[in-house]
């Protein structure tokens, strides 16, 4: 049995898809740029405006699968994660969980799987974690760069708030390292853009009001 369920999360700013598709290639090999009308466009350097549902697919930011810390599951499940990263503010996560079984932890909606402890197996390594972890590692280390000794941080920790360009400074640095037109104020103060991620009590599927089964 294969369940799909989705998840999106806000951003404070809108993004170049030209410049997202080329830094994250680096990172996923099977990342692919998107336009809605035209399967074969991708944008160009310098581009102006863009389709609001423009942007990049990648497929498995991470592939494993979860062998212990669901209740009454006693089989490996395999799990999966896409993800669709949209011009206009939207970042949107797949989770694909495959099983040889039915399982009602898989529906019941008073259960948020991203935030249960699990045992995760990925490639050959088991760690404890959560689906929670694993999209926001995806959000903080590789779309938004918040690590230590990156590019980004770099220009976060020798900012000068006595400057009165320092915020125009962040800005433009945001939109040239990362491919982020942000907002501002929010984004300069506290350095988070991501916003409106799944609560504790609820599963939160986007787009379908319940998981496809196939």
Sequence with gaps: MIVKKYWATGVSGYFDPYI???????HYP???????DDDKYVARPHQKSF????GVKISNIFKGSVIEGLKNV?????????V???SERIVAFEMILKSNQYHDIFFDEKVNLLKLPLKIKDDNNIIESSFHVIIGDFLIKKLFEFTEGSPLMKVFDSMDPTDERAEINILKSIKEKLGLFSDG?????SKTF???LPSVNSN???IRKSPIIT
């Excluded at 389709?51 to 423009?54: A, G, I, M």
């Excluded at 006693?74 to 896409?82: A, L, M, R, T």
């Excluded at 104020?185 to 103060?189: I, S, V």
């Design 185 to 189: 104020g929010g984004a300069f103060e």
């Design 204 to 206: 939160n599927f986007f």
């Design 30 to 36: 099977d990342i692919t740029y998107y336009h809605p």
């Design 84 to 86: 669709e990263i949209f």
């Design 194 to 196: 991501i916003k409106g």
């Design 74 to 82: 006693n089989e490996e499940i395999k799990v999966s994660f896409n």
């Design 51 to 54: 389709h609001p549902l423009e």
């Design 20 to 26: 997202l598709y080329n830094r994250l290639k680096e």
